[in-house]
């Protein structure tokens, strides 16, 4: 089986969603798959701050305007679907001073950067 490794540190919308998509196709098409939010890439993932990510740009806006599927819903299908783990940092966790509770149910348990790296080794790996 095929692993897909997805390093997410940008809070841009268009970043968030390609790695969704990545995730999700991913997930459906067998892989295993697994994403280690951190930074900016963790904010929206924390309960009732998804209305804070503005779009930043035109393609951004089409997304919205679009109604294409959000990036939270990609992930969460990624997870459900497929063979897909999306874990929090856990320093970025420590530094946004949120807990498991604060997260959206469908993460993992925190997850460090020598953990995450150790997993990477030999996969396909993508940084967004």
Known sequence: MERICILVTSGSREKLQMA??????GAVSGSE?????SMNALTPFVKDRIDDIPAE???GQLILDKQAPPFLQLFEQAVEL???KVHPCSM???VLGVGRDDLLPFL???LGLTKFLSEAQGAQTWSF
């Open 82 to 84: 497929g063979d897909a």
């Open 20 to 25: 969704g998509m990545l995730a999700s196709v």
């Open 92 to 94: 970025a966790m420590d």
């Open 57 to 59: 740009g035109e393609l």
């Open 33 to 37: 798959v697994l994403v280690f939010l």
């Open 108 to 110: 993992g348990a925190p």
